[in-house]
Antibody, heavy 117, light 113 residues
Framework: EVQLVESGGGLVQPGGSLRLSCAAS????????MNWVRQAPGKGLEWVSG????????YYADSLKGRFTISRDNSENTLYLQMNSLRAEDTAVYYC??????????WGQGTLVTVSS | DIVMTQTPLSSPVTLGQPASISCRSS???????????LSWLQQRPGQPPRLLIY???NRFSGVPDRFSGGGAGTDFTLKISRVEAEDVGVYYC??????????FGQGTRLEIK
């Protein structure tokens, strides 16, 4: 059974940093591209970032303007999202998702990030 | 950038009756490889999204056959043949043709009358 478990969310002040993790199990982690998708309170889904199975290629939403960095550790079956210079508008539930056949086939339960003073 | 527009934004439906959600893209979603990477997701209240349909019309594993997807080019539809109580939630279309960017529709809320 595929499992994706996010962690690392919490309350952070504007301008602060946070590192999210997504622990994966139940599939060959290095064989799949992984993505982060966020959902602001009461709002829709927004793609944040993606990374290839090897980790060699990374992709970001234009709106992030270089503040976030996606990475993965295939030896630990873990996906990361380093978030810097956080703003109030980054407040959201952050989901990790496994990509297969150009669809997001599995999703974690999400971790809440709240940016507030 | 591709814009995905869903209609309606809210759909009250009677149990046992059909429901239909439309998704229109601002550009053709036909990829250079010939595939169309349009999928549909369901998000039940308090739950993460769940894949229902991929590449326009392929039902994902475990998805009931009352869900079906169709369309081509820029116009796509998700249909539920007979709505059940567990279908309540928000439905999103998602395009992955413009790799690596991903765009979601704004969501359609399905509720029971």
């Amino acid at each position: 059974e595929v499992q994706l478990v996010e962690s690392g969310g919490g309350l952070v002040q504007p301008g602060g940093s946070l590192r999210l993790s997504c622990a994966a199990s139940g599939f060959i982690f290095s064989s799949y591209a992984m993505n982060w998708v966020r959902q602001a309170p009461g709002k829709g889904l927004e793609w944040v970032s993606g990374i290839s199975g090897s980790g060699d290629n990374t992709y970001y939403a234009d709106s992030l303007k270089g503040r976030f960095t996606i990475s993965r550790d295939n030896s630990e079956n873990t996906l990361y999202l380093q978030m810097n210079s956080l703003r109030a508008e980054d407040t959201a539930v952050y989901y990790c998702a496994r990509r297969s056949n150009s669809a997001f086939v599995d999703w974690g339960q999400g971790t809440l990030v709240t940016v507030s003073s | 950038d591709i814009v995905m527009t869903q209609t309606p934004l809210s759909s009250p439906v009677t149990l046992g009756q059909p429901a239909s959600i439309s998704c229109r893209s601002s550009q053709s979603l036909v990829h250079s490889d010939g595939n169309t990477y349009l999928s549909w997701l369901q998000q039940r209240p308090g739950q993460p999204p769940r894949l229902l349909i991929y590449k326009i019309s392929n039902r994902f594993s475990g998805v009931p056959d009352r869900f079906s997807g169709g369309g081509a080019g820029t116009d796509f539809t998700l249909k539920i043949s007979r709505v059940e109580a567990e279908d309540v939630g928000v439905y999103y279309c998602m395009e992955a043709t413009q790799f690596p960017r991903i765009t979601f529709g704004q969501g359609t809320r399905l509720e029971i009358k």
